[in-house]
Nanobody
Framework: QVQLVESGGGLVQAGGSLRLSCAAS????????MGWFRQAPGKEREFVAA????????YYADSVKGRFTISRDNAKNTVYLQMNSLKPEDTAVYYC?????????????????WGQGTQVTVSS
C-alpha cells in the first residue's frame, strides 16, 4: 500500500515557476514508477511526466517538454515536478500517481495509487 500526498501548488504569474512535491508513505516507494497527471476544469485527466523507479529514465508530454522536470529522492520517499516558464494553459489540478511495473507510457488507469491533487493556477 502506498499513500501519496501532493503539495506546492498555488497561484503564479505566466512565466513563473513552481515546484510540486509528492510525499509517499510505505517502505516500497523505490519499487514504484511515478507519474504526474493534471486535470483542468471540463477536461479529461492528462499525462504530464513519469519517472522510473530508479530515477534513471523520464518521459514527458510534448506540451511540457523543456519546461517541466520530474525527479525523485528515494531516500526521502518523494517525487518532484519542477515547472518553469508556466503558461495559463498549465492551470489544472495536478496529481501524482504510482504504479508497480516497467515502462513510462502507461495510461492513467494502469496506475495503482493516486494522491488527492494540488491546484496550480497560472495567471496571464
Amino acid at each position: 500500500q502506498v499513500q501519496l500526498v501532493e503539495s506546492g501548488g498555488g497561484l503564479v504569474q505566466a512565466g513563473g515557476s513552481l515546484r510540486l512535491s509528492c510525499a509517499a508513505s510505505g517502505r516500497t516507494f523505490s519499487s514504484y514508477a511515478m507519474g504526474w497527471f493534471r486535470q483542468a476544469p471540463g477536461k479529461e485527466r492528462e499525462f504530464v511526466a513519469a519517472i522510473s523507479w530508479s530515477g534513471g529514465s523520464t518521459y514527458y508530454a510534448d506540451s511540457v517538454k523543456g519546461r517541466f522536470t520530474i525527479s525523485r529522492d528515494n531516500a526521502k520517499n518523494t517525487v518532484y515536478l519542477q515547472m518553469n516558464s508556466l503558461k495559463p494553459e498549465d492551470t489544472a489540478v495536478y496529481y501524482c500517481a504510482a504504479y508497480y511495473g516497467l515502462g513510462l507510457t502507461r495510461p492513467a488507469y494502469e496506475y495503482d495509487y493516486w494522491g488527492q491533487g494540488t491546484q496550480v493556477t497560472v495567471s496571464s
